[in-house]
C-alpha cells in the first residue's frame, strides 16, 4: 500500500504570507495526487486534483506542482479563511490512503 | 446544484444495527462514484469504500471489508452505508463523495455523526 506522508504537521504563518505544504509518497503515484482543505466543523473540499489542475471555483492563490513521489501545496498570499487542514491523496491505486495531513495555523 | 445530503446524526448502543444515507440531486447518480470516509474524533480521513451506483460495482478498502456493507438503489439516487453490529469504535464523522476519476471527491455531504455508547 502507498504511504503518503505530509511535512510539516502544523505550520504556523500571517495572512499574507506565502504558504508551502508537502505531501510525499512511498513510492510514485505519477501526477495522480489531489488536495483537499477541510475547516473545523466542515466537510473536505477538493482543492487540487491530478498534482496541479485546480477545482472548479478555488482560488488562483492554490497552487499544486510534483509529479512522481514529492508534491507541493502552495498558497501565495494566505486570507484568513485559508487556515485550515489540508490533506493530501492519491489515486494510483485503490484505496489509495490520505495523508495524515498538515494544519496551517495563524500565527 | 449538484449536492449530497445525508441523513441525521444517530445515537446507537453496541451490537445494534445501522443504515445511514447520502441522496444525491443535480447531476446522473448512476455515472460517478459515491465514496464513503470515515473521521473519527479529532484525528485524519480514512478510505472506507466505493460504489458505482450504475451498476453497483463496490470495492472495500481492506480496513473495512467485512466490518461495513455500501450499497445503492439508483432508482432513488441514494447510497448507503450500514453496519449490522455497531461497536464503541465506530463512533465517528461519516462523510459521503462524489469520485471523479474513481476516487477525486468533488462534491462532499454535510457528514452524519455516528455515537455508539453503552
Same mark, same amino acid.
Given at each position: 500500500e502507498i504511504v503518503l506522508t505530509q511535512s510539516p504537521a502544523t505550520l504556523s504563518l500571517s495572512p499574507g504570507e506565502r504558504a508551502t505544504l508537502s505531501c510525499r509518497a /512511498?513510492? %510514485?503515484? %505519477? /501526477?495522480y495526487l489531489a488536495w483537499y482543505q477541510q475547516k473545523p466543523g466542515q466537510a473536505p473540499r477538493l482543492l487540487?486534483?491530478?498534482? %496541479?489542475n485546480r477545482a472548479t471555483?478555488? !482560488?488562483?492563490r492554490f497552487s499544486g506542482s510534483g509529479s512522481g513521489t514529492d508534491f507541493t501545496l502552495t498558497i501565495s498570499s494566505l486570507e484568513p479563511e485559508d487556515f485550515a487542514v489540508y490533506y493530501c491523496q492519491q489515486r /494510483?491505486?485503490? !484505496?489509495g490512503p490520505f495523508g495524515q495531513g498538515t494544519k496551517l495555523e495563524i500565527k | 446544484e449538484v449536492q449530497l445530503v445525508q441523513s441525521g446524526a444517530e445515537v446507537k448502543k453496541p451490537g445494534e444495527s445501522l443504515k445511514i444515507s447520502c441522496k444525491g440531486s443535480?447531476? =446522473?447518480? @448512476?455515472s460517478y462514484w459515491i465514496g464513503w470516509v470515515r473521521q473519527m474524533p479529532g484525528k485524519g480521513l480514512e478510505w472506507m469504500g466505493i460504489i458505482?451506483?450504475?451498476? =453497483?460495482d463496490t470495492r472495500y478498502s481492506p480496513s473495512f471489508q467485512g466490518q461495513v456493507t455500501i450499497s445503492a438503489d439508483k432508482s432513488i439516487s441514494t447510497a448507503y452505508l450500514q453496519w449490522s453490529s455497531l461497536k464503541a469504535s465506530d463512533t465517528a464523522m461519516y462523510y459521503c463523495a462524489r469520485g471523479v476519476f @474513481?476516487?477525486?471527491?468533488d462534491i462532499w455531504g454535510q457528514g452524519t455523526m455516528v455515537t455508539v455508547s453503552s
Open positions: /512511498s513510492q %510514485s503515484v %505519477s /501526477s487540487i486534483y491530478d498534482a %496541479s471555483g478555488i !482560488p488562483a /494510483s491505486n485503490w !484505496p | 443535480g447531476y =446522473s447518480f @448512476t458505482y451506483p450504475g451498476d =453497483s @474513481t476516487v477525486v471527491m
